[in-house]
């Protein structure tokens, strides 16, 4: 008979995550998720309010949480938040890069200002706060996750959206530079790859009654995913249960890249 699968693999308690862009949607969720499962949460965001809010609802689930407000694409913005951090003695264990934004129009009207906000919050966004992050695990020789959120654009292309998909796509090939880099101070880098998830970046997707259509058609699931479906697949891979696994991007998606 088979040894039962040692839960306590999952069990975050004691580690500390930085979650980007975690005052809403994805971000949010895979908060609830790491708080869940024991992970004490630092919440960012842009704005001090929303973060306040946000830290002020894990406290009131009895989740340890903080917060820091900073702008993932500002690299002083970014370097002065994590002084702050370790004025505070706090250690960052696990990061998940997933602060975002979209912008939909077409290349050939698509001005570079444009290019350049989407590209530098999704991607060089992650490479800053990813540099931060890892500088300090390697200093303290115990390791640590990273977990950069990517999408179905990390594979496959949608006209309107380039600098997005430009960016994902980006975050794919970003994530095993840091695998091929850091694995060797036991740091695990790997991504996620969300499918169409109910968010409020894509409400007016979800609104659009030809769109909904197409996403509920072309998806093996014939629905939308939730944003906490999402936190699974965080804890994995946040977690010891995933220190063999690196570089790695896993979709989550409800098999919609795995159909024609």
Not at 57 to 85: H, K, P, T
Not at 129 to 151: D, E, F, L, P
Not at 157 to 164: D, E, G, K
Not at 172 to 194: V, Y
């Amino acid at each position: 008979m088979a040894a039962p699968l040692d839960t306590s693999l999952f069990n975050l308690s004691g580690r500390t995550a930085l979650i980007t862009g975690s005052v809403r949607g994805i971000g949010q969720a895979l908060a609830d998720g790491l708080a869940a499962a024991g992970a004490r949460i630092v919440v960012n965001g842009r704005r001090e309010a929303a973060v306040a809010a946000a830290v002020d609802r894990l406290s009131a689930q009895g989740c340890a949480a903080l917060g820091s407000v900073f702008d993932v694409s500002d690299e002083a913005s970014v370097i002065q938040a994590f002084e702050a951090l370790d004025a505070q003695g706090i250690e960052v264990d696990i990061l998940i890069n997933n602060a975002g934004v979209q912008f939909r129009k077409p290349m050939v009207e698509l001005a570079v200002e444009d290019w350049r906000r989407v590209v530098d919050t999704n991607l060089t966004g992650a490479f800053i706060v990813a540099r931060q992050t890892a500088r300090r695990m390697i200093a303290r020789g115990r390791g640590g996750k990273i977990i950069n959120i990517g999408s179905l654009t990390s594979e496959a292309a949608r006209a309107t959206v380039a600098p997005y998909t430009a960016a994902k796509g980006g975050i794919k090939l970003l994530t095993r530079a840091m695998a091929a880099e850091w694995a060797q101070f036991d740091i695990q880098a790997n991504a996620i790859g969300p499918g169409y998830i109910l968010t409020e970046m894509n409400t007016a997707l979800i609104e659009n009654p030809e769109f909904d259509a197409w996403v509920k058609s072309s998806n093996p699931a014939g629905r939308w995913g939730r944003p906490d479906e999402l936190a699974g697949t965080a804890v994995y891979l946040a977690s010891a249960a995933s220190n063999y696994v690196n570089g790695q991007i896993i979709y989550v998606d409800g098999g919609w890249l795995s159909v024609l």
